[in-house]
Structure formats: structure tokens, C-alpha cells
């Protein structure tokens, strides 16, 4: 499956034919410029365009002309080549936005004539209107008031309060609500043409399991590069979940025995991991509210003691309770290890499927973790990914065994989107397993299991998309604050979002 673009950009784009606006302004004798510069321009912008354009509107030949008949006035041709320019860009704006908006809904900032513009999208501006973007907006510019004329334009500029402000478009940047677009208007010839690139909205996206490089060898980057890139990407909420040290050599991973790292450097690796998560969480707090955990990694019973030793000597907000291993082999790492798991367990698949969400239960069981970590992982080595696990009666009952636990308990399933980017179709969980999940009352929320910059918030469109086909309708965002179900955590609670809200921004687009 091709990766998708890795950043929250919308590009819109439009071109837009002068000779089009020009015989659309002088129709009539000049009667339809005053409606059309109504029609897509608010408040501010008007403005702008009567006191910038006065010399060309105050020459009575520009709003007379007849295109068709002899080539335009000059001022005709100045006021035609700026307004097409400004169709488009407002047209380009629409089409990046991805959202509903209107034409009051953009303002083009410039502070003088001839000087580089910039685009300010306010939706729901106080002077929408009803049109809406279409390919054919402008030729549905039909004035709606034909007795408008020139005098009726220099009227309607001279109700403006006069002001000594270079532009009164300049007020539209010290709005508090609102989102920047970076904007470029060009014209060659007879055409006008546009781009806008308009950035996610920072609203209700958070990231409950991340990894560094720093602090995992299987990862990529510093922790505090990965918090950087989680507020570029606007989220609002981002958990730092390393993982937990193994205990014993034989659970090292190749890299580790490569590196010749022992249980006691992992033991300090986390202890450092949790002094540098601290000391982020201090210094960007205000731009991003980040969580502490870790990801519980169950091999054996005893990885309870040393779980509940770091919950008893360390402050969390959270953890992701998951399952690497089965028979002690890990079963995500490569597909030599995964067969020797399949052998350890007796030869098939089934009984390695089986035996693995018998581990889970155990795990669940004993922690009873906030977050269940990719809950069907045994699936990514196995010889058919896709495969439905309902052909194993047995497998199946163990998998719903374990998802009616989790509902027991008040658990939170992780959708983690990491599978898309291995080559898989659908998250961990995948669609069947949340469906069930949610029939009997289950709770979701989002994770990229980001172990890279480049993988923060990837894929979360179409893990979004599997939600909705479960019928799934809200996701729980975990959050800083007192309150929580969970009384292990005193500062870390969680609340209801529905997908509904989520969905009407294009964030989810990553």
C-alpha cells in the first residue's frame, strides 16, 4: 500500500479567465461591479477595494465600457485583472479548506495595493452569505440588485468611516479565532490563477502511544523532536509511552545484542526516559498537553512485579497494557521469531492465535491496563494478515472473551494505526474485532504507535474510516485533569468527543 503524504496540508487551486469578470462588471453599463464586489468580498475587503481602486473606479469609462464593443478602457482592465485574481484565490481557498465556506468566510490581506497578499479564513465570518463555492459561481453572479450603478459604488464607498490605518484588512489578523493560509495570485495573459495551502485546524487531535529513538533502538529521533512535530501537527494531546525494560538477556532484541545493551542499561534507559518526558511536559506545557506513561509489554507472570514496581515509584498518567511475546518469543519482530513462536505452540497458527489471547487475557487480567495496545498485533506476521478469525470457532470465543473483559472493567481500546504503514488494510484492532467490540459497549481511541517524526498522526484518516464502518460514533481523548475512572491516575481523566465533531476538520486527512 503506497504511503500516504505525511503532512496536514489542503492545496486548493482555481483559474480564473479576465475577459469572463471584465464582461461580467461592465454588463449592464457598469450596473453589476457594486453586487459582484458585494457578492465576494466582506466587510473589510470592500473596504480595501474602494479606497486602493478610487482612481480606477472614479473614471467614468471604466463602469460604461462595452467589451464588446473596441478593446476595454484601461481602468477597466485593471479592475478586471484584480477582481479575476481574487475570484480565483478565494475559489483556490474552498478547494483547500475542505470545508464548507463561504465567500465573506476568506479575506485576502494586503496592506497596500502592490504588496504581497495573505489569506485569513474565518468560517461562520458575520457576513457570510449563502453561496458556496461551484464551478460555475461566477457566472451565478447574476446581480440580484440591476439598479445598482457607479453612483451606487461611490456611494457605498464613501458610507465607509474614513481611518488612518494603512488597511482596515490588517483588523481581520487580530481576530483570536481563524486560521492563516499561505496564498499565490498570478496572472499571465488572459488568465488569472491561484494557490492556497491552509494547515490543519489544532482542534480535539491526540496521540495516546508514541516512541523515540532516543530512548528505543527500534525508533528514530529525540523525544523532544517527536513533541516538536506533535504541536507542528497541531495536536492537542500527546502521550509519551516508552517501553518498559525487559528482564532477562534472552528477551533482547538483535539491535540491543548488536548495541550490547543488558536488562540493567534498559533499567536506566527508562529512568532516563522519564526524567527527559518530565522535563518536557514542564517546558511546553501551554502548546501541548502531554501525558506520561509507558507501554507494559507482557512476556511472563513475572512481568507483573516489575510493572507495579515502576507504577508504585514513578507518577503516570497512563499506560498501554500489550502483548509482544507469546511462549516468550516475539511474534512482531520478524518472521523467523514469529515461526518460532508458531512452533512453540504446536505447529499451526490457530493454536499460536489461540495461545496468544489466552497471554492477553492473562495480561489483562493482572493490569487491568487504561489502554489496550494493538490488540490483534499476532496478526502482522502471520501468513494472512487479512484473514478473518472467525474460521477458528476457538480463536474467535477467546477473542471475544477477552474484548467482554475489557468492557468489564472500563478499558479503553487503542485503534492503532502502525498496521497501515507495515502493509496492512485495516488498524489493530481490525474491522470485524471493533465491530464486535462496540456492540457490546466498548470504548476507542486513536494511536499512530508513532516510532518516528514522519509517523506522527499517519494513516489516522483511514483508521477513522474503519470506525465509521463499525458504526462506531465517539472516541475518548485522554486529557490532563482530575476526575478519572481510573483512581491509579489522580491527574488524567479521559472524556467522550463524537466522531461527528472530529470529522469536520481536515486533520484526519494525514
Known amino acids: 500500500m503506497p504511503q500516504p503524504f505525511?503532512?496536514?496540508?489542503?492545496?486548493?487551486?482555481?483559474?480564473?479567465?479576465?475577459?469572463?469578470i471584465q464582461h461580467l462588471i461592465s454588463k449592464s453599463r457598469?450596473?453589476?461591479?457594486?453586487p459582484f464586489v458585494s457578492k465576494i468580498f466582506n466587510r473589510e475587503e470592500k473596504v480595501w477595494f474602494y479606497r486602493n481602486y478610487d482612481t480606477e473606479l472614479q473614471t467614468r469609462s471604466a463602469l460604461n465600457n462595452t467589451p464588446d464593443v473596441g478593446p476595454p478602457s484601461p481602468a477597466l482592465r485593471v479592475l478586471s485583472r484584480f477582481l479575476a485574481g481574487r475570484f480565483a484565490a478565494k475559489e483556490a481557498a474552498m478547494k483547500a479548506h475542505q470545508g464548507p465556506l463561504s465567500w465573506h468566510d476568506i479575506t485576502i490581506v494586503q496592506?497596500?495595493?502592490?504588496?504581497?497578499?495573505?489569506?485569513?479564513?474565518?468560517?461562520?465570518?458575520?457576513?457570510?452569505t449563502a453561496i458556496l463555492a461551484s464551478p460555475s459561481a461566477a457566472q451565478s453572479t447574476e446581480m440580484e440588485n440591476p439598479s445598482d450603478s457607479d453612483a451606487t459604488v461611490k456611494e457605498t464607498f464613501s458610507s465607509f468611516p474614513s481611518t488612518n490605518e494603512d488597511s482596515p484588512l490588517l483588523s481581520a489578523m487580530e481576530r483570536d479565532d481563524g486560521q492563516v493560509a499561505?496564498?499565490?495570485?498570478?496572472?499571465?495573459?488572459?488568465?488569472?490563477?491561484?494557490?492556497?495551502?491552509?494547515?490543519?485546524?489544532?482542534?480535539q487531535k491526540s496521540d495516546a502511544n508514541s516512541h523515540s529513538g532516543q530512548f528505543c533502538l527500534h525508533a528514530k529521533g529525540s523525544l523532544e523532536e517527536m513533541v516538536q512535530m506533535a504541536i507542528f501537527r497541531k495536536m492537542c494531546v500527546f502521550a509519551l509511552t516508552e517501553h518498559i525494560p525487559r528482564e532477562q538477556e534472552r528477551d533482547l532484541y538483535p539491535e540491543e545484542i548488536a548495541a550490547s545493551k543488558t536488562p540493567s542499561d534498559l533499567a536506566q534507559t527508562f529512568k532516563d526516559f522519564?526524567?527527559?518526558?518530565?522535563?518536557?511536559?514542564?517546558?511546553?506545557?501551554?502548546k501541548i498537553d502531554l501525558l506520561l506513561g509507558f507501554e507494559g509489554e507482557w512476556i511472563r507472570p513475572s512481568s507483573l512485579a516489575m510493572i507495579n514496581n515502576l507504577l508504585t515509584s514513578h507518577k503516570f498518567d497512563l499506560f498501554v497494557g500489550s502483548l509482544h511475546h507469546v511462549h516468550e518469543f516475539p511474534i512482531d519482530f520478524d518472521h523467523i521469531t514469529y515461526g518460532q513462536a508458531v512452533q512453540a505452540a504446536g505447529g499451526t497458527e490457530e493454536n499460536l492465535f489461540g495461545d496468544y489471547f489466552d497471554g492477553q487475557l492473562?495480561?489483562?487480567?493482572a493490569l487491568r491496563p487504561p489502554v489496550v495496545g494493538h490488540f490483534d498485533l499476532i496478526r502482522l506476521k502471520s501468513e494472512n494478515p487479512e484473514l478473518s478469525m472467525r474460521k477458528w470457532e476457538g480463536v474467535w470465543d477467546k477473542v471475544t472473551r477477552n474484548l467482554q473483559f475489557i468492557v468489564s472493567y472500563n478499558g479503553i481500546m487503542e485503534v492503532n494505526s502502525a498496521s497501515l504503514r507495515k502493509g496492512m488494510k485495516e488498524p489493530y484492532p481490525n474491522?470485524?474485532?471493533?465491530?464486535?467490540?462496540?456492540?457490546?459497549?466498548?470504548?476507542?481511541?486513536?494511536?499512530?504507535?508513532?516510532h518516528s517524526t514522519d509517523q506522527i498522526g499517519l494513516n489516522y484518516a483511514v483508521a477513522l474510516s474503519i470506525l465509521e464502518l463499525a458504526n462506531?460514533?465517539?472516541?475518548?481523548?485522554f486529557e490532563t485533569g482530575e476526575g478519572g475512572s481510573d483512581k491509579r491516575f489522580s491527574n488524567a481523566r479521559t472524556r467522550t468527543v463524537p466522531i461527528s465533531d472530529l470529522k469536520s476538520y481536515d486533520f484526519w486527512n494525514i
Open 6 to 20: 505525511p503532512f496536514p496540508f489542503g492545496i486548493g487551486h482555481d483559474i480564473c479567465k479576465i475577459h469572463r
Open 30 to 34: 457598469g450596473k453589476n461591479l457594486a
Open 182 to 203: 499561505l496564498i499565490s495570485i498570478t496572472h499571465d495573459g488572459e488568465y488569472a490563477s491561484a494557490v492556497v495551502i491552509v494547515a490543519e485546524r489544532p482542534v
Open 431 to 450: 474491522l470485524e474485532i471493533c465491530k464486535a467490540f462496540r456492540e457490546i459497549g466498548g470504548k476507542f481511541t486513536l494511536s499512530d504507535d508513532s
Open 111 to 128: 496592506p497596500l495595493r502592490g504588496t504581497k497578499p495573505l489569506c485569513v479564513i474565518h468560517p461562520s465570518h458575520a457576513n457570510t
Open 274 to 286: 522519564y526524567a527527559e518526558a518530565l522535563r518536557l511536559k514542564r517546558l511546553y506545557a501551554g
Open 472 to 477: 462506531v460514533t465517539s472516541l475518548e481523548i
Open 362 to 365: 492473562e495480561m489483562l487480567e
